[in-house]
């Protein structure tokens, strides 16, 4: 629907029992139910307040970089306004979340190697994936789509137009319809759409649009990092069951990945939720997939019943992080307090689920996220 992540610096330190009052936080949760908010909140000024989250993930992002937690030469390319420090506890949530995606992305563009594959980033806002991929990939076997509202998909195009270390990877014949605030090149495409329209056709509803490029037959994975999150779960649900059950046919291999708070209901959580509402920010999925298990359950019920599992980044930073690459992230930062660094990263975690499709060329795309099993 609109940007990848939610507002940083939200949660308070005094979740745990109300004893301490400096603010400090990660990201936060709201009240996510199933009623229509739009009666709420007048629907433009809603998706305006998501649109705007963007700034807030990729500020973080800055952050990470400048400090020395992730390598990224073209986040500062697509900041719009200047960098502010985060705490050490974001800055470790950044690095554990992107880290974790990035593993996951590259393990399945490299099984299968010779097999084209496809990326489409739902809510992308100024994500820099693409441009990492094809700085350390020169000759590229997929097809990457980025997905978002018109107003952040404009604001992207006019970094890339005016950036050389980013427009050099988007390579040519290169075709901008700023009209439509969209881009399109060989390897690389941005739609502007509202994900909101994405639905299996139905007789009571008008057709979905027509995605341009976007190849039914090749192997694909979805990402959404925090973008589902903002519809409805009805809504969020009907746009992962138009990739699913519409636009790839049951014989396509196809993937997701999620990025997403859980455990409103505990006493950390319902701080997050109320900070978040005080910013008139919703997430309206979380209740009902609020759990690790109810994410895994997602993923089954999408379809998704081949290589998957669900891990919270607390777990993530424990069991993928090497005891090298902790020592070296420990020296950056002082996280002097573990405690509140295991509480907040016990909120958020990175869902994956995959099926396998019935094409034999394609099958295989999913076999390294076998190392990923829980357990």
């Not at 990848?4 to 610096?9: A, G």
């Not at 970089?65 to 502010?84: C, I, M, P, S, T």
């Not at 739609?191 to 509803?205: E, G, N, V």
């Not at 037959?217 to 009907?238: F, K, N, Q, R, V």
């Amino acid at each position: 629907m609109a940007a990848p992540h939610i507002p940083n610096l939200l949660a308070s330190r005094n979740a745990r029992g109300g004893e301490r009052g400096r603010s400090r936080g990660w990201s936060g949760i709201c009240d996510t139910s199933e009623r229509d908010i739009e009666s709420d909140v007048d629907k433009a000024t809603k998706d305006k307040i998501v649109q705007q989250t963007d700034q807030d993930a990729s500020v973080s992002r800055m952050s990470a970089v400048e400090v020395g937690y992730l390598e990224d030469e073209f986040a500062k390319e697509l900041v719009a306004a200047g960098g502010q420090r985060r705490f050490p506890i974001i800055n470790r949530g950044t690095y554990v979340r992107t880290q974790a995606i990035d593993r996951l992305v590259d393990t399945f563009l490299s099984s299968q190697p010779n097999t084209r594959k496809q990326i489409i980033s739902l809510g992308a806002g100024s994500d820099t994936r693409y441009f990492r991929l094809m700085s350390r990939m020169p000759f590229p076997n997929f097809i990457y789509h980025e997905f978002d509202f018109p107003t952040n998909t404009q604001q992207k195009i006019s970094a890339i137009s005016s950036s050389s270390k980013l427009i050099c990877h988007v390579k040519t014949p290169l075709s901008l319809n700023l009209d439509d605030a969209a881009l399109d090149g060989p390897h690389y495409h941005l739609h502007a759409i509202d994900l909101r329209t994405l639905y299996p056709p139905s007789p009571s509803k008008a057709p979905p649009p027509t995605l341009q490029h976007v190849d039914p037959l090749l192997p694909t994975l979805l990402i959404s990092e925090c973008c589902l999150i903002y519809l409805t779960p009805s809504s969020a649900d009907a746009v992962v069951h138009y990739f699913t059950t519409y636009l790839f046919p049951i014989t396509t291999p196809v993937g997701l990945i999620l990025y997403e708070p859980i455990s409103p209901f505990d006493a950390f959580g319902r701080v997050m939720v109320s900070n978040l509402a005080a910013r008139g920010i919703v997430l309206q999925t979380l209740h009902k997939y609020h759990s690790l298990e109810m994410q895994r359950e997602r993923m089954r019920m999408y379809g998704f019943v081949d290589e998957g599992g669900a891990m919270d980044v607390d777990e993530l930073w424990n069991r993928w992080v090497g005891d090298k690459e902790k020592q070296r992230v420990s020296k950056l930062e002082m996280v002097d307090e573990v405690e509140e660094w295991s509480l907040l990263a016990a909120h958020y975690c990175v869902a994956w689920g995959s099926r396998s499709g019935e094409r034999d060329e394609g099958g295989g795309v999913w076999d390294g996220w076998q190392e990923f099993k829980e357990g």
